[in-house]
C-alpha cells in the first residue's frame, strides 16, 4: 500500500513508544516535566543503567565543557547541565544507538551542528548554551527516524539527492511525502520538547518561521550550514542550504568571530568524537 503522510506519523509514533527504546527514556521524560522533581530524583533514575550514567559522566567532564575539577556524582552533573539537557541527550544518544547506528555519517553531522551551536551561543552570550547545543545534536533526527522506519524509501531519496544535487528535504518529500522536520515535529510533540528544542529542531532550514524561540533557531540553522562547510560527517547529500541573511544578521556575528568559532570548534570535534561516540 502507498504510504500517506497519516501512515508515516502513526508508525512514527508507535516506534517512540515502543519498548525497543530503553524504559529509562520515558521515565526521565516523565520525571523532567514533573515540577516537583529535583535533580536527585532524576540522577536516582540514571544511576540505575550503568551505561547511561557512564555517557553522562564522560559528556560533564569532556572538553566539550570544561567544567572546572572532577564531576563524580550523577546529581551534580544534572544540575550543571539542566533537565532538558539531560534529557535530549538521553533521548538523543539512545535514539542514535538503537535505531540508527548505520548512520555514522549523519552522527557525525549531528556532533558538529552541535558543537558549533554550543560555540556560537557562548560567542553571542545566548543563556543556557548546554541546552542550545542538544538543539544542535538533535536537528536531524526526523532523517534517522525516516532512514529507520523506511530504509528503501530513504535510500532512493539520498541517491536521487546526490544525483542531483539538492538538498536531501526535496527528495525526502518526493519519496517519501515529508520531510525530516515535519517527522522532527512528531518527535518533539511526542516526548514533550520545550520550544527551545523543538523549534529549531522543526525550522532550522526556515528560522524566520519560528515564534518563541528565534535565537536559538536561528544559532541551529547557521551551525548547520557551518558544519556543512567545515564537512563534519555526512547529512544525506552534499548541497549547501541557502543561508538566511535576516538570520545572520540577527546574531549579530562579524566574519572574525566565525573565524574564531571554527577553530574553536575543530579542536571540540576531535575531543567530542570520542566522548560522544555512538556505542560508546
Request: glycine share 8%.
Amino acid at each position: 500500500m502507498p504510504l500517506t503522510e497519516a501512515k508515516i506519523e502513526a508508525k512514527v509514533i508507535e516506534l517512540v513508544n515502543l519498548p525497543t527504546l530503553p524504559g529509562i527514556l520515558k521515565k526521565i521524560s516523565k520525571m523532567t516535566e514533573n515540577r516537583e522533581s529535583n535533580a536527585a530524583d532524576v540522577a536516582e533514575i540514571i544511576s540505575a543503567d550503568q551505561v547511561l550514567s557512564a555517557k553522562v559522566l564522560r559528556l560533564v567532564n569532556s572538553p566539550v565543557y570544561g567544567f572546572p575539577g572532577r564531576i563524580s556524582s550523577i546529581t551534580h552533573a544534572v544540575v550543571l547541565l539542566g533537565f532538558n539537557v539531560v534529557k535530549g541527550m538521553v533521548l538523543g544518544t539512545a535514539v542514535f544507538n538503537s535505531i540508527g547506528s548505520h548512520g555514522q555519517g549523519l552522527w557525525e553531522h549531528s556532533l558538529g551542528c552541535a558543537i558549533l551551536s554550543r560555540r556560537i551561543a557562548k560567542e553571542i552570550d545566548l543563556h543556557d548554551v548546554e541546552e542550545v547545543m542538544i538543539a544542535g545534536l538533535l536537528h536531524d533526527l526526523g532523517k534517522v527516524v525516516l532512514s529507520y522506519l523506511f530504509p528503501k524509501d530513504y535510500e532512493r531519496a539520498v541517491a536521487m539527492a546526490q544525483m542531483r544535487h539538492c538538498h536531501i528535504s526535496e527528495t525526502e518529500r518526493e519519496e517519501l511525502g515529508v520531510d525530516h522536520p515535519r517527522v522532527s515535529r512528531w518527535l518533539a510533540d511526542e516526548w514533550h520538547f520545550p520550544d527551545r528544542l523543538s523549534e529549531p529542531l522543526i525550522y532550522h532550514h526556515m528560522p524566520e518561521r519560528a515564534r518563541r524561540s528565534q535565537e536559538v533557531t536561528d544559532v541551529v540553522h547557521i551551525a548547520d550550514i557551518l558544519t556543512r562547510g567545515m564537512g563534519y560527517g555526512y547529512p544525506g547529500d552534499s548541497t549547501m542550504p541557502l543561508l538566511d541573511h535576516e538570520s545572520f544578521h540577527r546574531l549579530g556575528l562579524s566574519f572574525d568571530q566565525i573565524d574564531r568559532i571554527l577553530a574553536d570548534a575543530e579542536m571540540e570535534f576531535l575531543a567530542g568524537a570520542d566522548v560522544f561516540a555512538m556505542g560508546a
